[in-house]
């Protein structure tokens, strides 16, 4: 049987065969991290053996792009049946789907969430991610309207949660490689302390590793963290410079962080 669309969006209730080749899957800035390959996997296996029980959804892009089609929900499914079409299984270059046509692309974005929120509860980080990237995409004026338009159906304890933590990603731009492997109550704590402009404090040890992964990264954040709170106790301003950010940003005035932390969005 197949399912009963949602409400939300218009949507066409005729499920369409649509090629795999023609679809974007990174239309809209996922609020997920990669699928897990053993879940994946397992999916795979599933999609072959009893073919997809649940159509992704699309929305049409404008026309002259290399994409006919842009990927609103099932991000996991279309990732299975790429990974089956790559292995030669035939019948696999085309997914059924349900063609939506959101009013704008920040119903898009609240589509998606709302598709995630069905399957896994996204993650505070996850969702301030999202209201982040549509802020950047002029979808919102602010972070706190993103939060507002996208997280309607939260809180307003977890979506003064949410803005906190997209202080956290904002304020160090990409230096944070593994931001969600932090805890909500660590974001909390970075993101208070960010507001009192001890951002470079705390993000000058994390800068200077050399190799990086979630454990690394955490450990080396904690002491910057304490060490911000103490300082917050002892002065009112913010404290001076490490020597690793004056390097990478030459001006000494409170808002040299911010400029040191743009100057380490590459790679580390």
Not at 65 to 72: C, D, E, K, Q, T
Request: with cysteine; proline share 9%.
């Amino acid at each position: 049987m197949l399912p009963v669309p949602r409400k939300g969006p218009a949507m066409t209730h005729a499920i369409t065969l649509i090629p795999l080749a023609s679809i974007d899957d990174h239309a809209l800035t996922r609020d997920r991290p990669e699928p897990d390959p053993g879940e994946l996997r397992q999916l795979r296996h599933a999609i072959f053996t009893g073919g997809l029980r649940q159509p992704i959804e699309v929305f049409a892009l404008a026309e002259g792009g290399s994409h006919a089609y842009g990927l609103l929900a099932g991000y996991r499914r279309i990732t299975a049946c790429r990974e089956l079409l790559a292995e030669g299984r035939t019948g696999t270059d085309r997914i059924a789907a349900f063609v939506r046509t959101p009013r704008d692309a920040a119903e898009g974005y609240r589509a998606m969430i709302e598709e995630n929120e069905i399957r896994a509860r996204p993650t505070p980080w996850e969702r301030a991610m999202i209201a982040v990237e549509a802020h950047c995409q002029n979808l919102f004026a602010s972070i706190d309207e993103a939060v507002t338009g996208l997280c309607k159906d939260a809180s307003p304890t977890r979506r003064s949660r949410i803005r906190a933590v997209a202080r956290v990603i904002e304020h160090p731009g990409e230096v944070l490689h593994h931001g969600r492997a932090l805890s909500l109550t660590r974001c909390l704590r970075i993101a208070a302390r960010c507001a009192k402009g001890f951002a470079g404090v705390m993000y000058a040890a994390p800068q200077t590793l050399a190799r990086r992964n979630a454990g690394r990264e955490r450990e080396a954040l904690r002491p910057c963290v304490v060490a911000a709170e103490a300082l917050l106790r002892d002065r009112p301003t913010p404290p001076s410079p490490t020597p690793a950010a004056r390097a990478a940003s030459p001006t000494s005035s409170p808002t040299w962080c911010c400029a040191a932390n743009a100057a380490l969005t590459g790679p580390a």
